[in-house]
């Protein structure tokens, strides 16, 4: 019998924001797969290191720097035939993903190549978006709003148009397109709604309004939340 | 000392998916609060029974049925004095809330009550809108993707205008706009990629695509997933 891929939200960085059924089914695999750099640890193994009691078969999947609009898609080919070889013998796998699998994470890759051919299940994960939430202490949407995710990786003019259009924005992948996203929300005359965190719920978490955000560029894991009405979030 | 007031995810419907940190903060607060309908049982207290002991003391805070637009004001300042009253005790109270408590979640309405004058934290939980996706085994969005959430309460051409405008569309509140929703996205041609998933992960989850649900209305907790580009999603 053939094993079934696991594609497991292990949260947003918090090792404690793992569900119950994300660790039975860590426990329960026997191969355990995840992204890393090309050199150094990987995080979303970090999240869960505590959990992990060495009886794993350990599958890392070295990511070379590419641009995000080029994935790696031999670095994907070579994992999924790895992988692929593990569930043909009967071997389970947990392949962890930072936050939920299917919120903008790079679980697609492999879900996209081993869907068709092997079992594969998707166990939800608390999305970074949620989480940014929680750490601002501010909802993020509620009753009618319309709540948009934009990638900051939009031209200006279609990320105004769209942040126009809506009653609540997280900007995600902000990256080293922050100072054009901080100039535009600025024109728009959104800074004061606007806040700013990177690294939500881990050890390195900072957040800040916009405004008193003065770096160039951000981490990968970093979003702009904003209530395109201002104060609208408050009751 | 002031108790704190906890807004406590606890995922969509399986009581797996519950982090392990809203489980320890379930077992070591005195007081556990929820909404339940204004007969029987209360939802989110069902998902974590398992995990209760009998060492709480309960507030059920009984919602009439009243139309969206309008929650029921009272009910939440009798609710806020009620917890109010044990957070000045020193007594930390746990608030129930389904999924995420910032995601549309009616905790928003306990927050604007308390967060001026109690410490408040909210508690991520896994939302319906990730456990729809994992159900329904498809990519909610990925790469430089345009995700919208969009309550089906919006008039028709508001809902038209900004499924147009993005990749990938989540209509949350379906209930009885269901016939309205399903006649507009077939007339923009789209129900080839839209699916429909009611209470996913709980016992009575069901999955369909949108062309097979033949039902007039919908509950509250069910959702139409859709990329508009189709397939997308596909890699």
């Known amino acids: 019998m053939k094993g079934t891929l696991y594609g497991l939200g292990v949260g947003p960085g918090d090792p404690e924001l793992i569900t119950l059924k994300a660790l039975r089914i860590l426990e329960r695999t026997s191969v355990l797969a995840y992204p890393a750099p090309e050199e150094g640890e990987s995080l979303v193994r970090s999240i869960v290191a505590d959990h992990l009691d060495?009886?794993?078969?350990?599958?890392?999947i070295r990511m070379?720097?590419?641009?995000?609009?080029?994935?790696?898609?031999?670095?994907?080919?070579?994992a999924a035939a790895d992988l692929g070889r593990h569930l043909d013998a009967g071997r389970d796998v947990a392949m962890l993903c930072e936050g939920d699998p299917f919120f903008y994470g790079s679980f697609m890759y492999m879900f996209g190549r081993m869907a068709e051919h092997h079992p594969v299940e998707v166990v939800p994960g608390v999305s970074s978006l949620m989480?940014?939430?929680?750490t601002l202490g501010a909802p993020l949407a509620a009753r009618n709003d319309v709540l948009s995710v934009l990638p900051a990786t939009l031209a200006s003019e279609a990320l105004e148009r769209r942040i126009r259009d809506v009653d609540a924005v997280a900007i995600i992948k902000v990256g080293r397109h922050l100072p054009r996203v901080r100039t535009l929300i600025e024109a728009m005359g959104l800074t004061g709604s606007a806040r700013y965190v990177e690294h939500a719920t881990m050890a390195s978490e900072r957040i800040l309004p916009l405004a008193e955000v003065a770096d160039d560029t951000a981490p990968y894991f970093s979003m702009i939340l904003l209530h395109a009405r201002g104060d609208a979030w408050k009751v």
Do not use: K
Request: charged share 25%.
């Open 54 to 60: 060495g009886h794993h078969e350990e599958v890392c």
């Open 64 to 78: 070379p720097m590419v641009s995000a609009r080029f994935p790696a898609q031999d670095v994907y080919d070579r």
């Open 131 to 134: 989480a940014c939430a929680a």
